[in-house]
DNA sequence: TAAATAGTGTCTCTGAGACATTATATT
DNA sequence: AATATAATGTCTCAGAGACACTATTTA
């Protein structure tokens, strides 16, 4: 640090890149846009984009966030000033909760054919998003199952080194399942048993047993706070109503049967 | 990324921050440098550098882990083609182990009067590291409990973000030493079960039940291996030596008394 | 002999796994 | 009526907490 001399030191270009996750169609599903430029023209690639020099690489994550979320950014952006990182909550509005975590940063000196960058890699998780919106350079943006992604012969090879964060960040997330309760950031709330049971099932791809499940559940204090009202249109009886509780950590852990 | 124009693009300056710990005098202790220039000339710091162009962040931390605890620094720059990131565990040679890992990347704008700078935190642990080296710049360097630098009235107060670095530091530490057999890294091969109940009991600051651990350590498959030969010099029998075994997890986990 | 440490044994209680049962809704 | 889901109950077993006890070494 004493012998910085800005003429000989290269700079850096430094990004952010999201993974976005979200459930739907009882799939655990991910971000993707369309590169409308070389490298990896027509690749898929997670969402992300430069930090700008006056702000961290969270308020980046959280601009960027909003810009492919479609949450509207001008609202966003005079928020910014008061966002609050309360235990990576980031409560965009009074009603919408997104959970935001920095995962990792990837600093490969090649990652990039062009130039030197290192991404700062997030995760984020959210129920219901709304469906994608095209940035402000017009790609394409979908959804795109996990399992797709990951699996032997993936269904699409993406950008850079975007497969390797998308697998840490479901690693991330699935053993964030085990000690904390953020399987309740998947679903919208109010929420039954049922459905954040399905939670653990889908990110998991194993199937807690349900009864136990419940048992383990309720016996953790603030997990889950009950609401008042029941569950409507499934066959079977109505479900009691949950909305998330205040306890963040879970001791002891969830448990997961093999490994 | 695709409209990425270098003349407008400022550049960042990226550096690794590195959080050493090491257990000294019956207390967890991190590696700090006094600072030669400014901003907060005199101050301590922890150890870290500018990630050179072509290099990663973690090839830069173990260089800057090299330069900082006396490991000859050749030897691990010949070696580097060739370093095992074996589950974070970086083998310099086939003596040494030293645990390293990605901590997270600090970014706020202001974190560096004179400039942009991100920074990548690393934090490595080790057994009986040397005692400090004078880096190329001739900077003082010593070992500092963490428990004084993190009290209410901190003894120092350190440059830059690092305390928040060494609280976040301290807090993953922590939490590894419950999921994973970390622990076995802070104890210099052969160790008794004793010298890795003290590991628990300085770095928690709660002493584990003495013969509950035993138990649960042993009832791990792959925690430790009992090696030949006996432990010296203690009052008391003499006690069977182990070395690190090759399970990584722990499931379930080792139990922490209140939080 | 006192004190500290190593190691084993055992009782209790919590909680996970597994399974059974009843009730309530939709088709 | 058949089926799916909600909710509760219970038996078993693994494992954590706590404590007792023996053995071995040094001061």
């Known amino acids: 640090m004493e012998n910085y001399n800005p003429k000989e030191y290269p700079p850096f270009a430094v990004?952010?890149?999201?993974?976005?996750?979200?459930?739907?169609?009882g799939q655990l599903q991910v971000l993707l846009v369309e590169r409308g430029g070389p490298p990896f023209e027509g690749s898929w690639a997670l969402p992300g984009g430069?930090?700008?020099?006056s702000e961290s690489a969270e308020e980046a994550a959280v601009r960027e966030l909003a810009e492919e979320t479609g949450i509207n950014f001008n609202v966003l952006n005079n928020i910014?000033?008061?966002i609050i990182f309360d235990k990576d909550q980031v409560k965009v509005d009074d009603k919408k909760k997104v959970h935001l975590e920095q995962l990792k940063t990837y600093s490969s000196p090649d990652r990039d054919p062009r130039m030197r960058v290192v991404s700062v890699a997030f995760v984020a998780l959210a129920a219901e998003l709304?469906?994608?919106v095209a940035g402000d350079d017009a790609r394409n943006a979908r959804w795109w199952p996990v399992e797709d992604l990951l699996a032997e012969v993936p269904e699409i090879?993406?950008?850079?080194?975007?497969?390797?964060?998308v697998k840490d960040a479901l690693e991330r997330v699935r053993s964030k399942?085990?000690?904390?309760?953020l399987a309740t950031q998947f679903v919208k709330e109010p929420f039954t048993l049922s459905d954040l049971w399905r939670v653990y099932k889908i990110v998991?791809?194993?199937?807690?047993?349900?009864q136990n499940f419940r048992r383990k559940v309720l016996s953790i204090d603030g997990f889950v706070e009950q609401v008042d009202g029941?569950?409507?249109?499934?066959?079977?009886?109505?479900?009691?109503?949950?909305k998330a509780g205040n306890t963040k950590e879970i001791q002891p852990a969830m448990m997961r049967m093999k490994r």
């Open 15 to 25: 990004t952010v890149d999201l993974g976005i996750f979200t459930i739907r169609d």
């Open 50 to 53: 430069f930090v700008n020099p």
């Open 80 to 82: 910014r000033a008061r």
């Open 130 to 132: 709304p469906d994608p």
């Open 157 to 165: 090879e993406l950008a850079f080194d975007h497969s390797e964060i």
């Open 177 to 181: 399942l085990e000690y904390t309760t």
């Open 204 to 210: 998991w791809g194993e199937e807690p047993h349900l």
């Open 230 to 242: 029941f569950s409507e249109g499934n066959t079977g009886p109505k479900a009691k109503l949950y």
